[in-house]
């Protein structure tokens, strides 16, 4: 098990940039494959961009490929997530999440979640 805090969410106008990071608990935080994900009122949670236990490989959803960028700090038992060219339908909930079992984009894949960090894009 691992314990994930999410933080550095907040109100940004479109256009404006954020960095989310997801603190991890425990050693054993380079053995889990990290993904961000994130959830809108109403709909439901989708996947945003993953990143491999080494950090060398990444894949993103296509809604934010090109302007959102996953990387992680093994030594910080950190993962992060920069935001650029937000744009008003980036508006959510944001999730990171840790999965022992592999790399995967499927929510139902990772066992360990953050509390979430709202993220508010105004047009």
């Known amino acids: 098990q691992v314990q994930l805090v999410e933080s550095g969410g907040g109100l940004v106008q479109a256009g404006g940039s954020l960095r989310l990071s997801c603190a991890a608990s425990?050693?054993?935080?380079?053995?889990?494959?990290m993904g961000w994900f994130r959830q809108a009122p109403g709909k439901e949670r989708e996947f945003v961009a993953v990143?491999?236990?080494?950090?060398?490989?990444?894949y993103y959803a296509d809604s934010v490929k090109g302007r959102f960028t996953i990387s992680r700090d093994n030594a910080k038992n950190t993962a992060y997530l920069q935001m650029n060219s937000l744009k008003p339908e980036d508006t959510a909930v944001y999730y990171c999440?840790?999965?022992?079992?592999?790399?995967?984009?499927?929510?139902?894949?990772?066992?360990?979640w953050g509390q979430g960090t709202q993220v508010t894009v105004s047009s």
């Open positions: 990143i491999s236990r080494s950090g060398v490989t990444t």
């Open positions: 425990g050693r054993t935080f380079s053995t889990y494959t």
């Open positions: 999440a840790a999965a022992s079992v592999g790399y995967d984009t499927r929510p139902s894949q990772y066992a360990n």
